[in-house]
């Protein structure tokens, strides 16, 4: 018994300095089954979003603190900002919104422009639309020229809206614009068109057929960005951003008067 009481002890030494729980029961515990420690994974960074304007605001993204804000065709919003004696009057594409027009309105207004962009629905056409809010902006102090700026259907339509127009349009950005021939050969003051190689419309194909017809214009420029099928101010949040917007904006120097 006393060579058995000594082995007993002994398991239990062995047990404890291993850091195992002493059992007092005949059959020894097995390998304990807790899990190892891990490290405790990151928790993500979350970031606040912007709160939503209350005020006065042309979908959440232009306030006061922007320019003037107005109303139009109802009670949908638009907005004035910069203080320029050159106009640029942006039309967005369909089923767009002014907010991913913000980086050229940005430039333009940092170029010393002004700039009016409108929210619009789907009963306004963006012919006719383009045409009021020049109109508009053209009865604001100071107010000279009007550049016509639109993104795909906005960029189609601006051709005819800056015929329309007359002497007070300054010139045309078409940004992913199909530009018919019939409407590229009416034009007489200078064009630019930007827009993607592989873009399913306003591609190269359809830019080049607009330059190709648009003979009377006093500037017919096209920039293409190769490899690409980015749509309209998708291009903007893109790597040729810089370079689409830095175009822009050269070219309205150029033809601002």
């Not at 979350?46 to 922007?66: K, L, Q, R, W, Y």
């Not at 051709?159 to 590229?184: D, T």
């Not at 293409?224 to 040729?240: C, D, M, Q, T």
Request: hydrophobic residues 40%; aromatic residues 4%.
């Amino acid at each position: 018994m006393r060579a058995l009481t000594g082995v007993v002890g002994l398991m239990v030494g062995v047990l404890t300095a291993c850091g195992g729980a002493a059992s007092t029961g005949a059959t020894a515990s097995g390998p304990s089954t807790a899990p190892a420690a891990t490290t405790p994974a990151p928790v993500p960074e979350t970031t606040t979003p912007a709160p939503i304007p209350t005020g006065p605001n042309v979908s959440g993204c232009f306030t006061e603190a922007d320019g003037k804000i107005f109303k139009h065709d109802g009670d949908l919003p638009g907005v004035i900002a910069g203080d320029g004696p050159v106009g640029v009057v942006v039309t967005y594409e369909r089923r767009g919104n002014v907010c991913t027009w913000r980086p050229l309105s940005d430039r333009l207004v940092a170029a010393g422009y002004r700039v009016l962009l409108y929210a619009r629905t789907s009963a306004t056409l963006p012919e006719d639309g383009a045409v009021a809010m020049a109109r508009r902006l053209a009865k604001e102090p100071g107010v000279k020229r009007i550049f016509l700026v639109g993104g795909s259907i906005g960029a189609t339509t601006a051709v005819p809206a800056a015929v329309r127009l007359g002497p007070k349009a300054a010139g045309v950005v078409a940004v992913s614009g199909e530009i018919s021939a019939e409407n590229a050969a009416r034009l007489t003051v200078p064009l630019l068109q930007v827009g993607s190689e592989n873009d399913g419309y306003g591609g190269a194909d359809d830019l080049a057929k607009a330059h190709a017809a648009a003979t009377k214009a006093p500037d017919n420029q096209t920039m293409v960005v190769p490899g690409e099928s980015l749509h309209a101010s998708a291009l903007f949040a893109s790597p040729h951003g810089k370079d689409v917007l830095d175009r822009i904006v050269a070219f309205m120097d150029r033809h601002k008067g």
